[in-house]
Structure formats: structure tokens, C-alpha cells
């Protein structure tokens, strides 16, 4: 897919759907494009999003960061995700610049890249910040604006970055909502790093239902999902989430998602929490993408909680983290011995994936 496709007039105007994968010649799809998703259950699937809810979700972000006709949008996520569509979107949008790192993800080569091309806004994920702080690597000046999307970047993590002159701002979406749902402001960029609450666009109307989980409508809402060459319309106005979140005042604090939940002695335990705990135990020691708590089945507890670390981290921070922590943690929330490997799984975009890890004890532990 070639990114500069989506600067031009006539692929907004053009009807044909658009996508990675097969697509099926369904009269409901004109005038769309689909992303690939596992979803939160199920099979692969599709996500349909009509290109005038694109370019609704790229004004509002567009106007939200103050991009104009001499800002300069880089792109350096895939393109079949919408968070890297949404950067392409955006540029043309604002009828401003586009520049493409087209090239295998590489700190010091995205750096040079940046500093020669003058762009000024991108989006990042977690997994690229930390890399740009772990190589110490300052900010070029042109560059305004980091949303960092797909995944939490913790604080420590994101401080180091401002402190660097990365200028990163949490943002919170999804496929279905056409990328960006709450993303903070520029304001934000002079006070300390937080990575919530996060302010939602005004695109959005958001609530939380009895079961605590965010939903939502608004103009760039997902029309469908298309699984086995059939279309599955949405249903309703509004789509409920997966995702645990907290809002005040037009404010959004993800909390994390319903299933992740795991029930331990019949207590629920949420093994990112618990992720976020030892990194703040660590006093800093611990680098968030070296690590993970793998929760598996157990017959008489419901689930057993494994931390497994990346041969990379020192064996004496393991021990005093989890020191620390067994004395702090009741015993519905222990962790099992730790669990070594060489790196751990993840996807094109830095996500964890989880499900992969836990095969990978399974079958560790025959």
C-alpha cells in the first residue's frame, strides 16, 4: 500500500473499498476501507470504516494538535493499521505535508530521518518511545507533536522522553472509533508526563455502563465488522467496549480491559496491574517491555500469575522487585517463580502478545 495514494483527491472520491486482504463485492461496502483485527474474542475480522468517518476522525485530531497547511505529518507505523492510516489521513486533511520513514524500524535511522524531513507531528508507539530513550536520543526542534498510541506508555518511560525533547502526548483509540478517541493536549506538553486522564475529542460521546465499560458514539464510528465474506452491520449508535475506563469532565482514564480480568481464589486480579506495580517497585530498574505477568489455568486456584523477564534484565533487579513485592501482595495476587526468556513476543506494532507467552509456558512446563 503506498501511502502517498491516500494525498490524492480521487482516492477519497473513489467508491471501490479498500483494504489489505480480500476483500468481498458487497454493495454495503462501497465508499470504505477495512482493517484486519483479531478482535478482543473470536477469529480474524475485518473492522469497515467509511472514508468520511477517516477524514472526521483526522479533522478532529488535526484541529486538536493545531496542524495547518505548513505542519508536516511522518509516517513510521504500517499503513494496514489504522493508526498509521489515520498519519496519512491527517496530512491530507490539512493539505499539509507528508513525509514516509518507508523503511525497517531503526532508532538512530528514525532520528536522522526526522531531523532531515522537518516534520513536525507523528504517532508512535510505546515500544518506539522507549527504544528512542534507551539510545539517549535528543529530539530534532522541528518536531512539535508525539502522539503515542496502541499501549500505555508508562511515566517514568514518558519523562525520560520530554526530558530528551520528545514531545509526547497520550492518546487512547481503537480500529472502531477510526483511530484516536481521547488524546491530551498541547498544554500538557509543559507540565510533567501522565499518561491519564485524557481529554476526549469532541467527536465523541462517551459513557460508562453499569458493568463499568466504556461505550461510545460519535461521527467516525465503525460501520460493520466483515467476517467470512459477509457483512455484520453495527448495530446501534452506540459501541460498547471491552475497555475498563473511568471519564470526568470530558476526561478519559483507561483503567485497562474487562477481558484481561482473571479470577484467582475467587478474587479478580488484573495481571497489567500487576505490571505496573513491579515497574514502580523497581524504582526504574525495570524497563516495561522486558517483562510481562502471564496468568495460566490452575485447577485449584483458577489461575496461576508467572512473571517472565527478558534474559536483558539483571537477575538481582528480578529478585529484589519480586522481594519487594511478595511482602506487599496478598496471596490471591502472588507470583509464581520467575520465568526467563530470550525476548518476548510481540506484534508488528510493540504489543504484547500474551496468548503466544502463555502457549510458551504450556508447553515449557510438560
Avoid at 504517532?123 to 518536531?143: F, G, K
Wanted: net charge negative; glycine share 10%; aromatic share 6%.
Amino acid at each position: 500500500m503506498d501511502a502517498t495514494l491516500l494525498t490524492s483527491p480521487a482516492f477519497w472520491r473513489d467508491p471501490t473499498p479498500f483494504g489489505v486482504g480480500k476483500i468481498p463485492a458487497l454493495p454495503a461496502l462501497a465508499g470504505h476501507v477495512l482493517f484486519e483485527t483479531s478482535g478482543s474474542t473470536g477469529g480474524p475480522k475485518q473492522v469497515a470504516i467509511s472514508k468520511s468517518a477517516l477524514l472526521v476522525s483526522a479533522a478532529a485530531v488535526n484541529r486538536h494538535l493545531e496542524v495547518t497547511g505548513q505542519s508536516c505529518w511522518g509516517l513510521a507505523l504500517p499503513l494496514h493499521h489504522v493508526g498509521g492510516f489515520g498519519v496519512a489521513a491527517r496530512a491530507f486533511e490539512a493539505g499539509c505535508g507528508l513525509k514516509i520513514f518507508g523503511q525497517r524500524w531503526e532508532v538512530a535511522a528514525f532520528q536522522r530521518w526526522l531531523g532531515m524531513s522537518g516534520v513536525t507531528h507523528t504517532s508512535l508507539v510505546p515500544t518506539q518511545v522507549h527504544d528512542l530513550v534507551v539510545a539517549n536520543l535528543r529530539a530534532p526542534a522541528a518536531l512539535t507533536v508525539i502522539v503515542v498510541g496502541g499501549g500505555r506508555l508508562d511515566p517514568a518511560t514518558g519523562q525520560a522522553a520530554r526530558d530528551l525533547g520528545w514531545p509526547v502526548l497520550a492518546s487512547y483509540g481503537m480500529t472502531e472509533a477510526a483511530s484516536q478517541i481521547a488524546t491530551q493536549g498541547l498544554d500538557l506538553l509543559e507540565a510533567p508526563y501522565c499518561p491519564a486522564p485524557i481529554q476526549l475529542l469532541p467527536i465523541w460521546n462517551a459513557e460508562i455502563s453499569p458493568d463499568g465499560l466504556l461505550a461510545i458514539s460519535g461521527s467516525a464510528l465503525f460501520s460493520g465488522y466483515v467476517s467470512d465474506g459477509n457483512f455484520i452491520p453495527r448495530e446501534s449508535e452506540w459501541h460498547l467496549t471491552s475497555d475498563i475506563a473511568l471519564i470526568e469532565n470530558q476526561m478519559l482514564t483507561p483503567l485497562g480491559r474487562s477481558d484481561s480480568l482473571i479470577k484467582i481464589l475467587g478474587e479478580l486480579v488484573d495481571p497489567e496491574a500487576i505490571e505496573r506495580e513491579l515497574l514502580a517497585l523497581s524504582a526504574g530498574q525495570l524497563r516495561p517491555d522486558t517483562f510481562a505477568v502471564i496468568a495460566l489455568p490452575d485447577a485449584r486456584a483458577g489461575s496461576l500469575l508467572v512473571p517472565v523477564f527478558e534474559y536483558s534484565v539483571s537477575q538481582d533487579v528480578i529478585e529484589n522487585t519480586l522481594s519487594i513485592y511478595a511482602r506487599l501482595a496478598p496471596g490471591f495476587r502472588r507470583l509464581e517463580l520467575a520465568t526467563r526468556i530470550a525476548e518476548l513476543p510481540r506484534s508488528e506494532l510493540g504489543k504484547l502478545r500474551r496468548a503466544v507467552l502463555a502457549d510458551w509456558l504450556k508447553c515449557r512446563s510438560r
